[in-house]
């Protein structure tokens, strides 16, 4: 018989992820003071809230076995980014700037999640200090508070790699150093480091220090809530800024671990890297293709969509790449309804949200590493067809990737396409027209932000029933994690004492 679930310090890692929770709603309090917003008692108050409840679950679980295997581990995981939404919606609840626990829970949710959908109208009228714990949302979900959490665990004299197997159970299993404290220590520098540099660049630009920074939160964490209701298109009459945008979200998109490379000067790891060429490539050939279908056979005025600040043929390239950038990474953030462009282009962009960034960074959807050893295990199909006795493996980086990978990589892409249908179809039932429910799936389960249909780019998803925010959240929640650390938790030998 299996041990039982060391369920004392499941709780006991609930309480800390509180506790950190907590100590960023009182920095957003801090904000909230400091621009003298008429909220910071409410937001003070949902920050001590959670602190005190957190210090509460780790003082009640104190006297626990300091062991946590990969059961455990999942249950962290999955109920940890349920217990931060549900205690992060408390700013929202106690201000009244969303009131409603459905509408609370589902801006949360998209917040920690990265996905950067939102059910709010008028973004510009909410105080700062809740437009600033918005975007806080997600900087902490973007590199995952359970990776913060592994830097602070041995404080408590516990193991985390069961913990950042499940939260980043992709096929990439590289590591900066031996011990898993330190590698998450090295993610956030770094992390910290793009955010601040991005921040700085983009106060140069023009940006108010106060947009600056939340900007560079929501780019560096893939997620693309903005305080601007047109977002990015804000500042069209500025392509500075955008190009700054621009490339943060493609730094975000790539393999943290290749910008630990690249700053311990091994470039040649960097260029030589499989995925980041196909990542790199992948972009070029988009961003062609989105500018000369703008340029040449958009229905829509260049003049209108895209100022001619530096003329119409950069507007439609820096357009086409910022789009293409902003889904392949599942940013999010817009500088024009790009579903009203061409029916092909919609098409177009429909597809890219089933891509991805790389493997190891922030961003969703299906990660261009799987897409890469699908299509070269299926081309291989073709030389084992005419050879069948050769043993002829798949290679990633001049190195033979196992049989067990490749079949993960295609089970895990054909649930996730099974969930894209499910999803769509149960947004169908619910009412939704056939483009909304298919964007709104694949949105959602991708961590993508705007949609197509009722949930286009320039529209939000407060036109949802309240059970479809529920069920685009449980879609977040998926996408987010991987699908497999959420749904292992459902199936009966997950419970089995075996």
């Known amino acids: 018989m299996a041990k039982r679930l060391n369920t004392k310090i499941i709780f006991h ?36 809230s959670t602190t005190l409840l957190g210090t509460l679950f780790m003082f009640a679980t104190k006297e626990h076995k300091k062991e946590i295997k990969k059961r455990e581990g999942y249950m962290v995981v999955t109920f940890g980014w349920v217990f931060m939404t549900i205690t992060g919606m408390l700013p ?54 359970i990776v913060l959490a592994i830097a602070i665990l041995p404080l408590l004299g516990i193991g985390g790699m069961q913990l950042f197997a499940a939260e980043a159970p992709g096929p990439s299993a590289d590591k900066l150093h031996p011990r898993i404290t330190d590698t998450a220590k090295r993610l956030w520098l770094i992390y910290v480091g793009y955010t601040l540099a991005e921040t700085l660049l983009l106060k140069l630009a023009g940006m108010s220090f106060f947009d600056a920074v939340n900007h560079s939160m929501a780019t560096l964490s893939t997620g693309g809530f903005s305080t601007k209701n047109a977002s990015l298109a804000h500042w069209n009459h500025n392509p500075i800024i955008q190009y700054i945008v621009i490339l943060f979200m493609f730094l975000a998109g790539t393999n943290f671990v290749l910008s630990y490379f690249a700053f311990k000067g091994k470039i040649q ?51 086409a790449l910022f789009q293409v950038i902003s889904v392949v990474t599942t940013t999010g953030f817009v500088t024009a309804d790009f579903t009203s462009w061409t029916t092909f282009l919609t098409v177009f962009f429909f597809g890219l949200m089933f891509l991805g960034g790389s493997a190891g960074s922030t961003s969703g959807g299906v990660k261009v590493v799987r897409h890469m050893l699908m299509i070269k295990n299926g081309l291989l199909e073709f030389k084992r067809t005419l050879h069948p006795n050769a043993v002829i493996p798949v290679r990633y980086n001049r190195k033979m990737v196992t049989e067990n990978i490749i079949y993960n990589i295609l089970g895990f892409f054909i649930l996730y396409m099974l969930l894209f249908i499910i ?13 909304t429910a298919i964007g709104g799936a694949a949105s959602s389960l991708g961590n993508v932000g705007p949609a197509f249909g009722q949930l286009h780019p320039l529209a939000n998803f407060n036109s949802l029933p309240d059970l479809g925010k529920w069920w685009c959240s449980f879609l977040m929640l998926l996408g987010r994690l991987e699908l497999f650390t959420v749904l292992i938790l459902m199936t009966p030998y997950f419970w089995k004492r075996t």
């Open 92 to 145: 929202y609840l106690f201000t009244g700037a969303i009131p409603d626990i459905t509408n609370a829970f589902f801006e949360t949710m998209s917040g920690y999640t990265t996905t950067g959908a939102s059910i709010l109208d008028d973004i510009e009228s909410l105080p700062e200090g809740i437009l600033f714990w918005r975007s806080m949302t997600h900087w902490i979900g973007g590199m995952g508070i």
């Open 269 to 319: 790891r960097v260029i030589k890297d499989d995925e980041f060429k196909y990542y790199f490539r992948f972009i070029i050939a988009f961003t062609v293709i989105s500018a000369l279908v703008v340029y040449f056979q958009a229905n829509v005025e260049l003049s209108e969509y895209h100022p001619m600040v530096w003329g119409e043929g950069e507007s439609a390239f820096r357009h």
């Open 13 to 48: 890692l609930m309480g800390l992820l509180m506790l950190c929770n907590g100590v960023f709603m009182l920095l957003a309090s801090v904000v909230s003071a400091i621009y003298k917003d008429g909220v910071t008692l409410e937001m003070s108050f949902a920050g001590i």
């Open 423 to 435: 999803g769509a179809l149960v947004l169908g039932f619910l009412g939704l027209d056939f483009e």
